[in-house]
């Protein structure tokens, strides 16, 4: 689960260093970020926290993976950001190369934490539960709430570029692509509840005792 929301943190960031513009979330994190005044990873906590609050209310779990997804993704990009190991991308081709890099590192970030099953992360919990209420292919899922965080954070000053309608496009089917790469099904997954982990760790489960 750690490795994931690693990998999908650096995705993130290697997506933002393309410099041709941000990923849709990250459109809406960094024109909300401007507005609140708090950095990028805090900001993505804060809106972490708000997405889990209505999946909830669409029917998924709250687990392990769903906090931490929330919490470790935002600091890890901080940290990276700071670190500052990743270049900037200096021309349009090569912005190009590292932004679907940085969207396929962010699907197998994504592969690796879901099938932990200790909860998806608030994104694509969201995605998640779009995808079972619609019943439309998880690409396309993904695709729609991009575009609808895209059109905020452009309305709240995000920057937005060639390299975001390459990725509203795109990112669906990366995720898409990767999932069916390793023959993977999300809408498959049974993820643990926090309480199913806090009963599981106190050897409670099933009957058993500590």
């Known amino acids: 689960m750690v490795i994931g929301l690693f990998l999908y943190a650096c995705g993130i960031v290697v997506t933002l260093k393309a410099n041709i513009g941000y990923a849709p979330w990250e459109v809406f994190h960094a024109g909300l970020s401007g507005k609140i005044g708090l950095s990028f990873g805090l900001t993505s906590i804060f809106v972490g926290f708000i997405i889990i609050v209505i999946t909830a209310f669409l029917g998924e779990k709250i687990g392990l993976g769903t906090i931490s997804n929330m919490i470790l993704i935002g600091l890890f990009i901080d940290a990276i950001l700071f670190i500052n190991i990743i270049p900037v ?19 197998i970030g994504t592969y690796f934490y879901i099938k932990s099953a200790f909860g998806a992360g ?27 965080a895209t059109f905020a954070g452009w309305r709240l000053g995000g920057m937005a570029g060639i390299g975001t309608v390459i990725s509203v496009v795109s990112v669906g089917f990366c995720i898409q ?21 806090f009963a599981c760790l106190s050897g409670k489960k099933n009957g058993e005792t500590p």
């Open 177 to 197: 692509i990767t999932f069916k790469i390793l023959r993977f099904d999300v809408a498959a997954i049974r993820h643990e509840s926090l309480f199913d982990t």
């Open 89 to 107: 991308s200096g021309n349009l081709m090569i912005g190009i190369i590292m932004l679907v890099t940085g969207l396929f590192i962010v699907s």
């Open 122 to 148: 608030p994104r694509d919990g969201l995605m998640i539960a779009f995808t079972r209420k619609t019943k439309i292919p998880v690409g396309i899922c993904r695709s729609i709430i991009e575009l609808l």
